[in-house]
């Protein structure tokens, strides 16, 4: 079993910046591409960025120049730095990670979701 927990989620006015984490705990052997998807109201899940286990990334063309993903290996979690944020970057924030649980198995793992909210 594994969980990943997100924090850093809020309200923020236009042009701002926020930082969100997330931390994978329980059952890993190793994990692979870690990333982190939006969903805003009445739309599908997208992905916003992707980081792999080598540190390469790529991002949605609606962040390039303005996100920022990295991650901490040793102690599992992801980051995401949002900066000159914008009213349609508002969505429903989640982490996830393919993560190996065993060197025969793996799991594809979600998070719980955070909130994030561009408005003045």
């Known amino acids: 079993q594994v969980q990943l927990v997100e924090s850093g989620g809020g309200l923020v006015q236009p042009g701002g910046s926020l930082r969100l984490s997330c931390a994978a705990s329980?059952?890993?052997?190793?994990?692979?591409?870690m990333g982190w998807y939006r969903q805003a109201p009445g739309k599908q899940r997208e992905s916003v960025a992707r980081i792999t286990s080598g540190g390469s990334t790529n991002y949605a063309d609606s962040v390039k120049g303005r996100f920022t993903i990295s991650r901490d290996n040793a102690k599992n979690t992801v980051y995401l730095q949002m900066n000159s944020l914008k009213p349609e970057d508002t969505a429903v924030y989640y982490c996830?990670?393919?993560?190996?649980?065993?060197?025969?198995?793996?799991?594809?793992?979600w998070g719980q979701g955070t909130q994030v909210t561009v408005s003045s």
């Open positions: 996830n990670a393919v993560v190996r649980t065993s060197v025969y198995s793996t799991d594809n793992s």
């Open positions: 329980g059952s890993i052997f190793s994990i692979n591409a």
